[in-house]
């Protein structure tokens, strides 16, 4: 079974994020709660049943990016970019590649852009 690549970073370096195991693909579903509630997708809260498989992430590891997290953090990737690049990854596993390159759009758009497409108005500039 092939994996999901996260694409090039600034330096053109492709990762390639393995399938997760079976105890990972549980906390990934609930990854992919959690963030539909953070990225106001579903209104919260996170149910506690999804909260408990939440806590037995552990610490300084993320179960949609497996060892390519590691990668990324050894690379000195920006912690933003690993955000983006985790939330790709568990909406990639949860709901398909589809859905998670709809919710990397919205996720590297930038801000300015995207206000100005919906017709807001972008914060003013300092001088």
């Given at each position: 079974m092939g994996g999901a690549s996260a694409g090039?970073?600034?330096?053109?370096?492709?990762?390639?994020?393995?399938?997760?195991?079976?105890?990972?693909?549980?906390?990934?579903?609930?990854?992919?709660?959690?963030?539909?509630?953070?990225?106001?997708?579903?209104?919260?809260?996170?149910?506690e049943e999804v909260e408990s498989i939440l806590r037995t992430i552990k610490p300084g590891t993320?179960?949609?990016?497996?060892?390519?997290?590691?990668?990324?953090?050894?690379?000195?990737?920006?912690?933003?970019?690993?955000?983006?690049?985790?939330y790709y990854a568990v909406f990639y596993w949860a709901r398909g590649k589809p859905y998670a390159d709809k919710i990397a759009t919205v996720l590297w758009t930038p801000r300015e852009l995207a206000e100005a497409e919906?017709?807001?108005?972008?914060a003013p500039k300092g001088s």
């Open positions: 090039p970073d600034a330096r053109g370096r492709t990762y390639k994020v393995q399938p997760p195991s079976v105890e990972a693909a549980a906390q990934v579903l609930a990854a992919a709660v959690r963030g539909e509630v953070n990225l106001g997708i579903h209104e919260g809260p996170i149910p993320h179960p949609a990016l497996g060892s390519v997290y590691d990668e990324l953090i050894a690379d000195g990737v920006h912690e933003v970019t690993v955000d983006r690049m985790a919906e017709g807001g108005e972008s």
